[in-house]
C-alpha cells in the first residue's frame, strides 16, 4: 500500500482554497526544485492546513487557464481518479466534480467545488477562490464525500514572464482517514502536483493564451 498517496486528499481539493495567514504562522516543511511546503495547526481542526509557495515562468492568463480547465485535471493534480465539469456559470465561474483515488481498504473521496476568479485592477493579483459545495449532486455509494475544504491560490505577476503561486488550503477528508497519517505524509502529494503543473503550462493547449477576463 503506498501510503504517499494519502496526500492526495490535501492538495487535490482543487478545489477548493484557504486564506494565507501571515508567514510567522506557518513551518515550513520541504523544499524542493522550487517548491516550499509548509503547515500549520488549526485551533478547530485535526488536520493541519498547508500552504504552497512556488514561480513558474507563466502569464497570468496561462495559470487561470490550466486551473480552470478542469476536465484536464487528472493530467496533474496527485491522485485523482475523476475530474469533470458540471456547470460553467461564466468564462470564470464554474463548478466541478472531482474524486480522489485511494489505496484498499480506505475508501476513495470525491467532492464539488466552486471556482471564482477575481483579480485586483492595480496589482493584476489574480484571487481564485473555491469552496466545495457538498450537496451540489447527490453522493455516490462506497465514496466518502468531503463536506468541508476551502482555500486559495493566489496568483501575482513577476519580471521576466513569471509569476508567484501561493497556495492554501485546509480539509477534513471526513470518514476514516487517521488524521496523523494525513499530517505525515501532507508534502508528497503537493511536491508531485507542483512538478507536473510545470509540466501542463508548456502544454501547447495553453501556449500565447489570453484570456478576456484577465489582464496580464
Known sequence: M???RYTGLLIIFCGAFLQAGAQKDWTLKTQEDGVSIYMKEL????FK???VICTVTATLSQMVAVIMDVNTGTDWVYSIKTSRLLKQVSPSELYYYCEVALPWPISNRDFIAHLKVTQDTLTKVVTINGPTVSNYIPSKP???RVAAS???WVISPKPNHMVQIDYTLRTDPGGSVPAWLVNMFATKGPLETFKKLKDQLVKPAYAGIHLPYVKD
Do not use: C, M, T, W
Open 142 to 144: 462506497g465514496i466518502v
Open 49 to 51: 492546513a498547508i500552504r
Open 2 to 4: 503506498n501510503l504517499f
Open 150 to 152: 476551502e482555500g486559495l
Open 43 to 46: 485551533p478547530d481542526s485535526k
